[in-house]
């Protein structure tokens, strides 16, 4: 880690296309880039030689990506649950066409009409693990309850929810007549 110019310079690139990969924005892969190669310069004194510098920049590459993703899907759900649609518009996917963002809104939306119909303790474990991306644990000592309970909670908001989306046959029938 002696020459950590020299280490930039190799690595900085690939650094760049896993990014790029990883969140399909060059932008955002490029001001990773600058974190990952910042935060690997501030935690230098603190690399043991375990791995190449290639695989600790890839492990800390990794970890931003996820927790840049996680911060982007939380901000998006957020927004939605709030009602702010210019927000959740903002977060969307650049990969998907305006068509493409408007099925999806109209399915989120559907999403969370069928889940206010769901009783309140199916109503929250699903706010908490889909709003909130808690583990099915966090949730558990969240509510007081056990784990078991929370499974059996979430797994019945799905089906319910699922079940509410599941388009009726006979109404296509019915249309086509």
Partial sequence: MEDFEAIVRQHQRRIFRIFVSLLRNPDEADTLTQECFLRAYSRRNGFRGDASPGTWLLRIAINLARDHLKSRRQGFWRSLLRG??????????????????????????????????????????????????????????????????????????????????????????????
């Fill in 84 to 177: 702010r649609e210019s927000e959740a518009q903002a977060v969307r996917d650049a990969r998907r066409t305006p068509e493409d963002a408007i099925l999806n809104g109209e399915r989120v939306a559907a999403i969370w009409i069928a889940v206010e119909d769901l009783p309140v303790r199916q109503r929250t474990v699903f706010t908490l693990r889909f709003a909130e991306e808690m583990s099915l644990g966090e949730i558990a000592r969240a509510m007081n309850v056990r784990e078991g309970t929370v499974k059996a909670q979430l797994a019945s908001a799905v089906h319910a929810v699922r079940h509410t989306l599941k388009p009726d046959p006979s109404r296509r029938l019915r249309a086509s007549a």
